[in-house]
């Protein structure tokens, strides 16, 4: 195997790889939740004047966004600090994986039908289901591709920090959490 590296280097570079996504995916969880957070005390610009769903509706779908944002991010955390091996593996691993397929679910197609839309491939859409063609020129096309490429990041990060924890969890014995995991400064 080409560029792999054996011994002390090598069995740190794993052990770092846990850490990079667990951070990486704390980072894009706390930026999702100061985002949906705004979005909610600033519902009124979020919503767009759109009557299509009620008030009460766009703030529970935002708030539950939000709070799972907020748990997503201490489970993140969770992955890689001391005080996450104190919790059991079924209160970390299942939410870190609904989190990654709902991200893996969401951010995939929409950027997909984003690039394939502003390359011309599919100018009504991925189904080809819209009224009228794209309008790549718009920036009502660039916001969305921006929101989709960011729940793609999401999953990007996610997805592996999912992975990584199971196979931390397994090589542990399936408690506490992976021989990656931090050690305490205490």
Known sequence: MRGAMRGPAGVRAVR???VFWAYAAFGWLAVSFGWHLWMGIDYR???GG??????WG???YDGLITAMSAIGAVL???TVRPWGRRLPPWMVLPPLWFGAVLLVVRGVPGLVENVTTATGL???GLLGMAEQPADPSSGEFWTGMAINAYFFVGAVVLLPLAVLHRRGLRAAGGTGGPAGQEKSAA
């Not at 759109?50 to 008030?55: H, I, K, Q, T």
């Open 58 to 60: 766009f703030l529970a």
């Open 16 to 18: 770092r790889r846990p």
């Open 76 to 78: 993140a955390l969770a």
């Open 45 to 47: 610009s979020a919503m």
């Open 50 to 55: 759109a009557d299509r769903v009620p008030v």
């Open 122 to 124: 599919t100018p009504y």
